[in-house]
C-alpha cells in the first residue's frame, strides 16, 4: 500500500508521563483509517504533533515518503492536511459561503469577489452529496449542515488528507448515515480519511484499517473486517467490556416526579422553549428524554431543578408542589441532578477535590457546626468516597479537580450526588466525551440507582445509551414530547425520526402511555 | 521530620511561586523607578533611590510613620482583596472609605454622650456600616439586575464624595480650615504604648492601635474565607457561579454580602485614618479618596491574600514615607509622587501581565492540545 502519512515512532513526553509512546501511524492513500482509543490514549496528543503544535522528542513524519518537519498548523495545510474539529471552527454570523473562503478568499483590486469560489464550491457540493445552503448564515442552519461546511472547507482548500475529530458526536442517526456515505464517497475519489472515533459500531461501518492505541502506546493495527466490535474494544480498554448493560426488568413504583403542562418560554423571543410538556418518573425505573441537541433538554432540566422559573405548568415531588421551590430546598427533598457539563455546572475547578465533593453537603450538620467548616470531616468523607467510587487523582482528596481527568471529573460528580441517597436522580448527558471504560461505570451506576428503589431521568443525545439503559423513553422534538415509548417498542430508525420531528404518536395531553 | 516534608512542600507548591511572582514584580518597578530618577536628576539618583528604599524604616519615627500610613491601605486593600476572592471587582473602595470617614467623624464629633472607651468603637462600627451600605448599592443592582459592578462602583465614588461634602458643611464643618471638625478626644484611637515606643525624641509618629485593628481584619477575612460556610460559599460564588447555583448556593445574597463586608472594610479604613489623632479632617474638596485606588495595587501585590495585603500595604507605605526623605536630595516632590506611582503600578502591572500570559498559555495549550493534558494525567495514574 503507498502510505500518504506515515508517523513513524513518535514519542512525546510530559513531565513525568509518556503520552505516545513510539506510536506509529501509517495512513495509506484512498482509506479510511480509524484511530481508535480511549480518552487519555494519546490520540490528541499524536495529532497535535501531526499539526506541529508539539514537538515530538523521538520520530520522523512522512508525507508520500518524503521526511517533513511540521512547524506549525499552517505547515499542515501546506502539506494538505485538514481536519473537521469535534467543535466546529465557523463563524456563527458568517454565511456558509463566507466561512468556506475564510482565509483563501479571491480579491480583485482589494475587493472581495465570490462568483468564481461560489461555482467551485457548487461543483463540489455537487460531486459529493455535500448540500449546503451557501447563503444562509451558519446560526441558522443545523449541525449536520454546519459539519457539511467544515468539510466543504477542507475541499476548497484541496486537502488531500481529511481528518475527522469524533464528528458524529453531534449528529442525528439519519445524518451520520449521510456522512458515512460522504466518507466512503470522498475516499473513492482518491482522498485519505483518518477517523478519530471511539465508537465502535462507526469503525465496523466504515472504516478500512484501524489503529487501536491504548496508554500512548499503538497496541494494534487490524484490518476491520477480521476484527469484531468485541475484539476492538478489548484491544482499546485490555480487557473484556460488557458493551451491552445487563438489567433485570423494571419494577416501577408509586410516582416521585410528576411534570404536569410545564412551559418555559425563552426570555429574549418569547417562544416556548419547553412546550407543554407532561411526563411522570416512577421509583425503579430509568426514563429517558431522548432528542437532538438543543430541542428543549436543557430548559426542562434547569425547570425541573429549579435554575429557572417555568412560565406555565407544575412540578411535583413525591406528591408534593415543588413549582416555587428553590434548588437547594429541591436537593434537600431528594432530587441529585448530574449536570450537562461537568465543568461549567457540576464542578467549581479551582476547588480541591474534597471541597467539590462536599458542594451539596457542605451545610449539613455534619460537615458545619456554627457557621464554620468541618475541613478535617470533609477531606475524611472525601477519602471514602474516592475509595468507593474509584477516583483517581494525584493528591487525594486536596487534588486541584482542573486537573483531573474527565473521566475522573464525572466520578466525582456521580460519586457526590449518588452517596446522597436521594430519591430522583436527573442525569443529563453523564457520558458525554467519556471513554468506553467510564461509559460502562456510569450506566452501572445508574442501573444500580434504578435497581435500589430510585427513580431515575436521564437525558441523552446518544441513541445507544437511549435504547441501552433505559426502561422508557421520551422523545422530545422543539421543546414537545413527540412519543412516550418502551424501547423494545422501537428501532434507531424510528426514534430518529421522532426524534428530528419527522414522525409524532401521540396528541396533546396523551403523556402517561407507559402506565395505562 | 514532618515539617522539613511540609516546607519542602511549600516550597515546590504554589504558594511559593506566588510569592516569587510577588517578589519579581516589584523588582520590575523598582527598576523602572530608579530609570526615573536617572534621568531626572542622575548625579543624584543613586543617593535618592537609596533613601526611598530605607528611609521607611531609618528610625523608629519612621517606622511608625510607616505603619501609620499602612493602615487605611491595607483596609481598602483587602477591601478590593475580599471582592477579587469572591469574583466581584470593587473599585469603589474610594466612595466607601470617605462615606465610612465622613460616619465616623459624625459620631466622633457629635455623640460625645457616650462613656470615653466605648466612644472610639462606636465611631469603627458606624463607619463599618456606612461602608457596609455604600457596597451593597452596586451589590444590589449586580445580583437582582445584573449591573456591572464597576460601573455602579465607580459612580457611587462619586456621589459618595459629593454627598460627603455637602453633609460636611450642613453638620460637621470647621469653616477655618474648610475640612471637617476635630473629634472628641474620646473619639481617638487609643495609642496604646504606641506613640511611646515609635518616636524620636520629641518627634513622635502618628503609630495608633489602627495598626491591630488592621492586623485583626486581615486574621477575620481570612477565618471567613479559609474556614467559614460563608467563605465557602462565596468562594464558590466567585469560581464559578453556575457550579453555585447548581449547588443551591443563593448567588444573589452572595454577591450583596460580598459587596457588604468588602465596602464595611474599606469604610473602616477611612475611620481609622481620620480618628488617628493627627487632627486631619476630610478637606471640602471634589477630590476622590486617593486611598481607595490605591487598594487596587496593594490587593494585586498581595494577590488577593490577606496577609499578603498587610505585606503589601507596608511595603506601599514604607516607599511613601521613604519618598519624604528624598526631597533632602533635591529631588522635586513631583518626581518623588511619580516614581513611587511607578514603582507601585509597574509592580502591579507585571504582576498582572504575568497572570494573563500564564493563563493565555493555558487556554492556547489546552485548546491546541484539546486535552493533551488529560492524555497526560490520565497516563500518569496508570
Not at chain 1, 52 to 57: A, C, S, T, V, W
Not at chain 1, 100 to 106: D, K, S, Y
Request: hydrophobic share 45%.
Amino acid at each position: 500500500m503507498e502510505f500518504i502519512i506515515e508517523m513513524c515512532g513518535i514519542t512525546k513526553e510530559f513531565p513525568g508521563v509518556v503520552a505516545n509512546d513510539d506510536v506509529t501511524l501509517q495512513l495509506g492513500k484512498g482509506e479510511i483509517h480509524a484511530l481508535l482509543g480511549e480518552n487519555g490514549a494519546g490520540k490528541s496528543t499524536l495529532m497535535s504533533v501531526l499539526f506541529g503544535l508539539y514537538r515530538p522528542e523521538k520520530g520522523v513524519i512522512k508525507i508520500k515518503g518524503e521526511p517533513v518537519k511540521i512547524q506549525g498548523p499552517n505547515d499542515a495545510t501546506r502539506f494538505g492536511i485538514g481536519m473537521v474539529h469535534q467543535h466546529f471552527k465557523l463563524i456563527h454570523n458568517f454565511t456558509a459561503l463566507e466561512n468556506i473562503v475564510l482565509g483563501v478568499e479571491t480579491t480583485e483590486k482589494g475587493m472581495l469577489r465570490l462568483d468564481g469560489a461560489r461555482e467551485r464550491i457548487r461543483e463540489l457540493s455537487d460531486r459529493y452529496h455535500l448540500h449546503v445552503a451557501l447563503d444562509a448564515r451558519i446560526s441558522d442552519v443545523t449541525v449536520g449542515m454546519q459539519q457539511r461546511v467544515e468539510i466543504l472547507k477542507m475541499l476548497y482548500r484541496e486537502n488531500e488528507i481529511l481528518i475527522f475529530d469524533e464528528p458524529t458526536a453531534v449528529l442525528t442517526p439519519q445524518e451520520t448515515e449521510g456522512l458515512m456515505e460522504t466518507m466512503r464517497e470522498l475516499a473513492a475519489e482518491g482522498k485519505s480519511i483518518l477517523f478519530i472515533t471511539h465508537k465502535l459500531n462507526e469503525i465496523k461501518a466504515v472504516a478500512d484499517r484501524c489503529t487501536v492505541l491504548r496508554k500512548g502506546r499503538c497496541v494494534a493495527v487490524v484490518d476491520v473486517k477480521d476484527a469484531s466490535k468485541e475484539d476492538l474494544s478489548e484491544m482499546m480498554v485490555g480487557r473484556r467490556v460488557g458493551l451491552s448493560i445487563r438489567k433485570t426488568e423494571a419494577k416501577p413504583g408509586k410516582v416521585i416526579l410528576e411534570a404536569e403542562h410545564v412551559t418555559v418560554k425563552s426570555r429574549t423571543s418569547g417562544v416556548a422553549l419547553v412546550n407543554d410538556v407532561s411526563f411522570r418518573v416512577r421509583e425503579g425505573e430509568i426514563v429517558c428524554v431522548a432528542g437532538i441537541d438543543g430541542n428543549g433538554q436543557s430548559e426542562l432540566v434547569y425547570a425541573l431543578t429549579g435554575m429557572s422559573p417555568i412560565d406555565a405548568g407544575s412540578i411535583r415531588f413525591e406528591g408534593r408542589d415543588i413549582t416555587a421551590d428553590s434548588v437547594r430546598r429541591r436537593g434537600i427533598g431528594g432530587m441529585a441532578h448530574i449536570p450537562e457539563d461537568r465543568q461549567k455546572y457540576g464542578l467549581v475547578l479551582d476547588y480541591d477535590l474534597a471541597c467539590n465533593l462536599a458542594l451539596q453537603t457542605y451545610f449539613t450538620p455534619r460537615f458545619c457546626r456554627a457557621g464554620f467548616l468541618k475541613y478535617k470531616e470533609i477531606y475524611r468523607y472525601a477519602e471514602t468516597l474516592i475509595d468507593r467510587f474509584d477516583i483517581r487523582g494525584g493528591r487525594g482528596a486536596g487534588t486541584p479537580v482542573r486537573g483531573m481527568s474527565g473521566g475522573n471529573q464525572q466520578k466525582a460528580i456521580v460519586a457526590r450526588e449518588i452517596d446522597r441517597d436521594p430519591k430522583l436522580l436527573i442525569a443529563v448527558q453523564p457520558t458525554r466525551g467519556l471513554d468506553v471504560g467510564a461509559i460502562e461505570y456510569i450506566h452501572r451506576q445508574i442501573v444500580a440507582e434504578r435497581e435500589r428503589g430510585k427513580g431515575v431521568l436521564l437525558i441523552s443525545l446518544e441513541l445507544s445509551e437511549v435504547m441501552d439503559v433505559s426502561d422508557r423513553i421520551l422523545a422530545l422534538c422543539a421543546g414537545r414530547i413527540v412519543a412516550d415509548v418502551r424501547p423494545d417498542e422501537v428501532n434507531y430508525r424510528e426514534l430518529g425520526l421522532y426524534m428530528s420531528g419527522s414522525k409524532t404518536d401521540i396528541g396533546e395531553g396523551d403523556a402517561f402511555r407507559g402506565e395505562a | 521530620m514532618r515539617s522539613v516534608e511540609k516546607l519542602r512542600r511549600f516550597v515546590s507548591g504554589d504558594h511559593a511561586s506566588d510569592a516569587l511572582s510577588s517578589l519579581m514584580a516589584i523588582a520590575v518597578g523598582l527598576f523602572v523607578g530608579f530609570l526615573i530618577l536617572l534621568f531626572s536628576n542622575p548625579a543624584q539618583a543613586p543617593a535618592g533611590f537609596g533613601a526611598v528604599l530605607t528611609g521607611g524604616f531609618s528610625d523608629m519615627k519612621n517606622l511608625g510613620q510607616t505603619l501609620y500610613f499602612a493602615v487605611p491601605i491595607i483596609l481598602t486593600g483587602l477591601s478590593v482583596a475580599f471582592s477579587m476572592k469572591t469574583g466581584l471587582f470593587n473599585i469603589g473602595a474610594s466612595g466607601q472609605f470617605v462615606v465610612g470617614a465622613y460616619a465616623a467623624i459624625l459620631v466622633g464629633v457629635k455623640c460625645t454622650f457616650l462613656p470615653g472607651h466605648t466612644h472610639w468603637i462606636v465611631a469603627l462600627l458606624a463607619a463599618l456600616a456606612a461602608g457596609a451600605l455604600w457596597g451593597a448599592v452596586p451589590g444590589l443592582l449586580k445580583a437582582y439586575r445584573n449591573v456591572n459592578e464597576v460601573i455602579t462602583c465607580i459612580m457611587m465614588n462619586y456621589v459618595g464624595m459629593h454627598l460627603v461634602n455637602y453633609l460636611i458643611v450642613r453638620t460637621v464643618f470647621d469653616p477655618l480650615k474648610n475640612q471637617t471638625m476635630r473629634v472628641a478626644a474620646s473619639a481617638n484611637l487609643p495609642k496604646m504604648g504606641f506613640d511611646a515606643i515609635f518616636r524620636v525624641g520629641n518627634n513622635v509618629s502618628g503609630a495608633n492601635s489602627g495598626v491591630l485593628v488592621a492586623l485583626l481584619m486581615a486574621v477575620v477575612l481570612w477565618v471567613i474565607l479559609q474556614k467559614t460556610k460563608l467563605g465557602y460559599e462565596l468562594k464558590a460564588c466567585g469560581l464559578n457561579e453556575k457550579a453555585a447555583r447548581y449547588a443551591g448556593i443563593d448567588a444573589h445574597s452572595g454577591i450583596v454580602i460580598s459587596m457588604m463586608i468588602s465596602g464595611a472594610m474599606a469604610g473602616l479604613g477611612g475611620a481609622l485614618l481620620y480618628l488617628s489623632g493627627s487632627g486631619n479632617g476630610i478637606s471640602v474638596a471634589d477630590v476622590l479618596a486617593k486611598e481607595g485606588f490605591n487598594g487596587i495595587p496593594v490587593a494585586l501585590l498581595g494577590l488577593n491574600h490577606p496577609i499578603g495585603v498587610v505585606a503589601a500595604g507596608l511595603f506601599v507605605s514604607c516607599l511613601t514615607v521613604g519618598g519624604f526623605n528624598m526631597q533632602l536630595y533635591e529631588f522635586a516632590p513631583e518626581v518623588i509622587e511619580i516614581m513611587i506611582a511607578v514603582i507601585i503600578y509597574f509592580s502591579a502591572f507585571a504582576l498582572l501581565l504575568q497572570g494573563f500570559l500564564r493563563s493565555r498559555g493555558h487556554r492556547f495549550r489546552a485548546k491546541a492540545a484539546s486535552g493533551a493534558f488529560l492524555d497526560a494525567e490520565e497516563a500518569k495514574r496508570e
